[in-house]
């Protein structure tokens, strides 16, 4: 057992380092995942701020108490574009025959996925650090956050970066070609955008509220915010937890269901 063990850990491993090895190779893949969240912080900050903090906070408001309110929500609409290079990379690994080489190998068939797994959610991490940069950059201060809610808001953000990219690499799995996996992701890059990442759900439009409502990314922002900002989080902490489970779990199965379906 401990053998088997020490195998899969050594085999996941190597697959790891192929797949940082594959993402130091092409940069410009993550540069565009990290330029879209950049540019959208810019954009809302200081070109739509002071009018969003109006609409937000009232005319007492100022742009500090919206870069406070968006930067929560940029952090995970980066974590949310991320996976969207790993069901790139999966499926590029499917169609040009890399994966059939490696059934014919003595590893870990598992290692593979898991390689794509990590290693995506450590890019998820260096993006939403170097994201943050940026916010500290522009002004904003979570200084009220004790230790253990840093903790706290560390661990969500690696698990919703989990879950994603268990969903990633099942699109990836399931696709004919990378442009059709890069297709195929784009709805984790989309729904950050009708969360509540950018302004409340309760100003939102009563036909568009619930969409915005009852998807996993608006439970797992409120969620960041009272961490960092200290308001209510309410029930959304376990709303943002039950999604990230719920996500991996089927993304788990889905990916290793066709992982290990006898190639055609």
């Not at 943050?132 to 201060?141: D, E, L, M, Q």
């Not at 922002?221 to 902490?237: F, K």
């Amino acid at each position: 057992m401990s053998s088997a063990l020490a195998l899969a850990a050594r085999d996941s491993s190597t697959m790891l380092r192929r797949n940082l090895l594959h993402a130091r190779r092409y940069p410009s893949l993550t540069l565009n995942v990290l330029l879209t969240p950049i540019v959208l912080l810019l954009l809302f900050v200081y070109v739509f701020g002071d009018v969003m903090s109006a609409g937000i906070g009232g005319a007492g408001a100022d742009r500090a108490d919206y870069v406070a309110y968006l930067v929560p929500g940029i952090l995970l609409m980066t974590i949310g574009a991320t996976p969207a290079g790993t069901a790139v990379s999966v499926s590029m690994d499917m169609t040009e025959g890399i994966i059939a080489r490696f059934r014919t190998m003595a590893i870990h068939r598992g290692s593979v996925l898991v390689g794509h797994v990590v290693g995506s959610v450590i890019q998820s991490v260096a993006s939403v650090l170097l994201v943050g940069a940026v916010a500290v950059a522009i002004g904003f201060r979570a200084t009220d956050a004790s230790p253990l809610e840093w903790l706290a808001a560390f661990g969500l953000l690696v698990l919703v970066a989990t879950a994603f990219t268990w969903i990633a690499v099942g699109m990836g799995m399931a696709s004919p070609s990378p442009e059709a996996a890069s297709n195929n992701a784009l709805p984790l890059m989309i729904l950050p955008l009708v969360s509540s990442a950018f302004v409340p759900v309760e100003q939102m439009p009563g036909w568009f509220r619930p969409l915005a409502e009852y998807q996993p990314f608006t439970p797992a922002i409120e969620t960041l915010r009272g961490l960092l900002l200290g308001s209510d989080i309410g029930s959304s902490g376990w709303l943002a937890v039950g999604w990230c489970v719920g996500l991996t779990v089927v993304g788990y199965l889905w990916s290793t269901s066709l992982f290990h379906r006898d190639p055609k």
